[in-house]
């Protein structure tokens, strides 16, 4: 069902009313940065047996499945081993087999924590409303709490424009990706494309990776996908840049939140708050990619995307 990492303990564009949100979003967001109270260590009498239990207890947390997993387990480990030190708890990931899975997990109780899409996040929270959202990635691009989705087409496929793409085999991630789905899906609408009329064929990979992975094999014509997740493999030289190009990028999203399930005490979440806003530059956030920090967030910053799930099933 999902790979395990153990650590040892060493210590589409959206229309204007939307862009304008969007904006407001970010900036009150990011305001927020490096901004938090010290947590309350002190217990109440009623919540003591519990903290007790709990802080001796292994900290758990669901990772969708950003990258390949081996890669993705390979990467997490400096980030494993922080937490560890900064917690002085044993911290385990399970990277999940998909977006699905890594909901269950939380909304379950089986994990204390978990790494979600934006979308991913929401439906949690639509399965149970005591799920809290505690902190959102930076991007290393652009220093801000927030990402874009991009459509990617392959240049020898003749797409140049979004029309372009009619008749072309494509490929989304997941319903449950914001990038890989909500938000293109939503601008298709605005612009007058059916994929399921208009395109000869469509997938869904699964994860970002696997949908890069299909467009490389030349399975898929065009992809969505998130720019930093594409920028980040080009970088790595796993995908050539001339070879595709960029045909279409959203306005800016609420980042990527870590979701604390409704197991989690207040302690705990401040200091989970704490640890991931106060980790030293480089370290590698649970996409696998490099991080420049992370910021605070609640639910509210994620109805921008609750709006674009609600034209698509009113559609």
């Not at 003749?158 to 490929?171: E, N, P, S, V, Y």
């Not at 409704?262 to 480089?282: N, Q």
């Amino acid at each position: 069902m999902y790979q395990q990492l153990n650590c040892k303990v060493v210590r589409n564009i959206p229309d204007k009313k939307t862009t304008f949100l969007i904006s407001a979003l970010a900036i009150a967001t990011f305001s927020t940065a490096c901004t938090l109270a010290q947590p309350n260590t002190t217990p109440s009498p009623a919540n003591s047996t519990n903290q007790t239990e709990e802080g001796q207890a292994t900290i758990t947390m669901a990772v969708i499945p950003w990258q390949v997993s081996a890669e993705q387990e390979k990467k997490l480990q400096p980030l494993a081993d922080y937490l560890t030190k900064a917690l002085k708890r044993r911290f385990e990931f399970k990277i999940t087999k998909d977006y699905e899975t890594a909901i269950d997990l939380l909304v379950k109780r089986k994990v204390d924590i978990a790494y979600l899409a934006p979308t991913s996040y929401i439906e949690a929270h639509r399965r149970d409303p005591k799920v809290e959202p505690l902190v959102a990635q930076i991007n290393k691009e652009t220093k801000r709490p927030w990402y874009t989705a991009v459509i990617i087409a392959s240049k020898t496929s003749g797409i140049k424009t979004l029309k372009d793409l009619k008749g072309k085999r494509f490929a989304f991630v997941t319903k449950l990706s914001t990038s890989g789905y909500i938000v293109p899906t939503v601008h298709f609408q605005e612009i007058g494309i059916n994929p399921e009329r208009d395109f000869s064929s469509v997938i869904f990979a699964g994860s970002h990776d696997k949908a890069k992975e299909a467009l490389v094999k030349g399975e898929v014509d065009a992809i969505a996908d998130d720019r930093r997740s594409y920028t980040d493999q080009v970088n790595e030289e796993k995908i050539n840049p001339k070879k595709y190009t960029i045909i279409w990028e959203s306005s800016p999203l609420p980042s990527v939140p870590l979701v604390a399930s409704s197991k989690v005490s207040v302690k705990l979440k401040d200091e989970l708050k704490k640890a991931l806003i106060d980790a030293p530059p480089g370290l590698v956030d649970p996409t696998g990619g490099i991080g420049v920090g992370y910021t605070l967030v609640q639910d509210g910053d994620y109805d921008i995307v609750r709006e674009m799930q609600k034209r698509i099933a009113n559609k």
